[in-house]
């Protein structure tokens, strides 16, 4: 088994340019998290999909930011436009059925916006 | 809303030394409750998981965490501390939607573990 995978590792853009971030989850899993880190706020919940879909998106700071999980293997948080403030590690987890079991991560995308 | 405190930022402890990482929850019905472990520069590995059942729960690396109700606290040990338990601990509970029946975890802000030769 691979895990949770993410891409890319790191990212560094300037602000006001589109970022994509990319998660493939565990196979069989379906149930897929984003989550955000920073020093100020810990770990964030930002979205979860059950079975491909969004559940609950009360996390997503703003409308700069979306999530889409086009299928059960694939999913992407885009921002646009990128500002400063959202230099972050952004990890995705995934679970099989509702989460109950606990997640697995990925190893997460660090973000920086110059 | 469900919460969880971990009232130590950091914590120093002697390699051989016992270890406890304090972790209480706030929630109104039974909890599903988890510790991750984080390696710098690495995503949140799961160290052990509580449900229900014995409050004495086993994980990997040879931790282990006791769930007290009448405490709401699940606080993780290990008897003797090695230099590569050094990471930062989280615990966190599982918040249960009573419409989709989901859990969703919500973290505490963390345990940095410093082992000292």
């Known amino acids: 088994d691979a895990g949770v995978i993410q891409s890319p590792r790191h990212e560094v853009t300037e602000m006001g340019q589109e970022v994509t971030l990319r998660c493939k989850p565990i196979?069989?899993?379906?149930?897929l998290f984003w989550y955000r880190q920073t020093m100020m706020r810990g770990l964030e919940l930002l979205i979860y999909?059950?079975?491909?879909?969004?559940?609950?998106d009360s996390g997503m700071p703003e409308d700069r930011f979306s999530a889409k999980m086009p299928n059960a293997s694939f999913s992407t948080l885009k921002i646009q436009p990128s500002e400063p403030r959202d230099s972050a590690v952004y990890f995705c987890?995934?679970?099989?059925?509702?989460?109950?079991?606990?997640?697995?991560f990925g190893s997460g995308t660090r973000l920086t916006v110059v | 809303a469900q919460s969880v405190t971990q009232p130590d930022i950091h914590i120093t402890v002697s390699e051989g030394a016992s270890l406890e990482l304090r972790c209480n929850y706030s929630?109104?019905?039974?909890?599903?409750l988890f510790w991750y472990v984080q390696s710098p520069g690495q995503g949140l590995q799961l160290l052990l998981k509580?449900?229900?059942?014995?409050?004495l729960v086993q994980g990997i690396k040879g931790f282990e965490a006791e769930f007290k109700r009448s405490q709401s606290s699940f606080n993780l040990r290990k008897p003797s501390v090695h230099w590569s338990d050094a990471a930062e601990y989280f615990c966190?509970?599982?918040?249960?939607?009573?419409?989709?029946?989901?859990?969703?975890?919500?973290f505490g802000t963390g345990t940095r573990l410093l082992v000292s030769p």
């Open positions: 987890a995934s679970s099989p059925r509702t989460g109950t079991r606990g997640y697995t």
């Open positions: 196979s069989g899993h379906n149930s």
């Open positions: 999909f059950n079975n491909n879909v969004p559940i609950d």
């Open positions: 929630y109104g019905a039974t909890p599903y």
């Open positions: 509580y449900f229900s059942g014995d409050t």
């Open positions: 966190a509970v599982g918040a249960g939607s009573m419409n989709t029946g989901f859990q969703k975890l919500v």
